[in-house]
């Protein structure tokens, strides 16, 4: 029997559970004995672990991406929670469901597909549109898309993670066109659905997440134009190409963010807007989310976007504000010169007395 999962745990609960080593680290103490630093995560969330005593034991018995069962205790660090292990051992993995510990989008991945084919099908430019129907006729890539996550910890990072933020993004555009009357629908959806198809091979995700060998060599931008290449439809017009690749390559928007190319047209520019608002409004959101079980108003630090954040629910719902004390004071006169003189004359006579 699995245990409790992640977002069950609570602060100074006693821990006996299963869970996926999504990364481990041996370090050291100040004495020069090690320790163990761990993620260990299910399919509702993650949490930071350490392990203080009784290392050298059992830190080589098991690794990333083993299962382990633990026996421990939870407490608040930095107003994040956290485990601390007494002793630990590997699972097998026969003996464990893997759907209990991969985060999965709560949609249906056939229902989220079947969306994204009906936008395509709505597109009216024919070279787009066929492009993308080549590319998603290939049933691997199509299964791939619907399955990967967009990223391997930041945001949307669960199974079927990436089709979800491409679907919000594809919303996000359709509204943009309706107040932006001069961009180009059909390239700003297609900008939006496949700036990280990448990703299909960029990441590894049948156990935890993380990067293919290809992925670390490349990254998804440069496979996302191979994979362009390979399904471009016979006279696809070169010029439209170009704009499409630039999309891809300038999305992140800024050259120390990843991207060869600051976005230099209309399309571009919002591609990169929408992928930013959207990434990082549901990091907020899966942080407020992780921590809502802590106390006070402010989630612990998310070094993604290097801050804490506010739950105003839990900021509204609380205590009660005291009012300032308002101190009555009578407004100032305004000053005249025969009242400054009289001031000067009081001031005298006062130091006389």
Known sequence: MKGPAVNELAPGQSVQSIFLVHSKDVR????????????????????DAKMWDNVPGVMETFDRDDFIRVKGETQLYQNRMQLTVYSLQRVQDADVSLADFLPASQRDPDEMLAELRGIIASMR???????????????????????????????????????EHVLSLCTLARFMVTHYPNLDEDLLLTGVILHDIGKVSELCYARSF??????????????????????????????????????????HGQLEY???????????????HLDNLDSKMETMRASLDRDKATPGD??????????????????????????????????????????????????LFSEEA
């Open 28 to 47: 050291q103490k100040k004495t020069g004995e090690p320790y163990l630093s761990l993620v260990l995560m299910d399919r509702t969330g993650d949490i």
């Open 258 to 272: 990843g991207s060869p190319k600051l976005p230099v047209f209309p399309e571009a520019l919002l591609l990169h």
């Open 125 to 163: 430019n024919p070279h787009l549109q066929a492009l993308l129907e080549a590319i998603f006729a290939d049933q691997a890539t199509a299964t791939a898309f619907k399955t990967a996550p967009a990223a391997k910890a930041i945001h949307h990072a669960w199974l079927g993670g990436l089709i």
């Open 210 to 251: 993380g990067y293919t060998t290809e992925g670390g060599l490349l990254g998804h931008m440069q496979i996302a134009l191979r994979l362009i290449g390979e399904k471009l439809p016979a006279g696809f017009p070169p010029k439209l190409r170009n704009l499409l690749e630039h999309m891809i390559l300038s999305h």
């Open 298 to 347: 402010w989630t612990g630090y998310n070094a993604a976007l290097e801050r804490s954040f506010l739950d105003k629910r839990k900021y509204l719902n609380g205590p009660a504000l005291k009012p300032s004390p308002v101190k009555s004071t009578a407004p100032p006169k305004p000053a005249t010169v025969m009242g400054e003189k009289m001031k000067a004359l009081q001031g």
